[in-house]
């Protein structure tokens, strides 16, 4: 499995994603930053919801482009009929390309989260606009909820797959990730689907579910 993943991540040029995936990182400290000076965040727990949503949203669609590059443009292509004929297991071969999907995600995310919120722990000890102090608590409460965001977000971008799958198409499976996000980081009051863990995780496994389903015949059924 870790060859199949090796072998993938050299054929996707991960290189170029993780480098995109930093400059994403880069533009979201600059909103915040914005967000900071414009006293739009109060306090920090407000930063960190504002790093969440920006962080899961980015990286979700990031994942859409992910599963367009390793699976769906080679079943347009018809290139995944010729990896199929190497004596290499199917589901192997998909479960490596999903693998690398979920930990990209995952990753990027938790990095991101943690990276930009030490950013704005440092900008605001040097100006001082955030009311109140940053507790052990709401550490702890933060990193409970990002464990919970990133892997909600791996398995929410793997809902994309199944409408980028019916079509074969790049541009369905990217924009079905826009609006799951849409909807799931939408902030109305305070309010947000995602404030209820139990969503997230609902969505998450469906995505997974949905994945296992996509291709459980996978080694019966031929290459439309």
């Not at 995936?21 to 900071?36: E, P, Q, R, S, V």
């Not at 899961?56 to 199929?84: G, M, N």
Request: charged share 15%; with cysteine; glycine share 4%.
């Amino acid at each position: 499995m870790l060859k199949l993943i090796s072998l993938e991540l050299r054929k996707v040029k991960i290189t170029g994603y993780i480098r995109n995936a930093f400059i994403a990182m880069l533009a979201i400290a600059g909103f915040i930053t914005l967000m900071y000076f414009d006293h739009t965040i109060k306090d920090y727990k407000d930063g960190f919801t504002a790093i969440e949503t920006f962080v899961q949203v980015t990286f979700t669609i990031f994942a859409a482009v992910l599963i367009s590059r390793l699976v769906i443009e080679e079943y347009r292509s018809k290139t995944i009929s010729t990896l199929f004929m190497y004596p290499i297991n199917r589901k192997k071969l998909i479960v490596a390309k999903l693998l690398i999907v979920i930990l990209f995600t995952f990753i990027a995310i938790v990095l991101s989260d943690i990276l930009i919120a030490i950013f704005l722990y440092f900008v605001d000890s040097k100006y001082h606009n955030i009311s109140g102090e940053l507790t052990l608590n709401l550490i702890l409460k933060e990193l409970f909820k990002l464990a919970i965001a990133a892997f909600s977000a791996a398995g929410l971008s793997l809902i994309s797959l199944f409408f980028g799958m019916k079509k074969k198409s790049t541009s369905a499976t990217i924009v079905t990730a826009v609006i799951l996000v849409s909807i799931t980081s939408s902030n109305s009051n305070g309010f947000s689907l995602n404030s209820i863990i139990a969503i997230p995780l609902s969505l998450a496994c469906l995505g997974l579910l949905i994945a296992y389903l996509s291709f459980r015949n996978i080694e019966k059924v031929d290459v439309e």
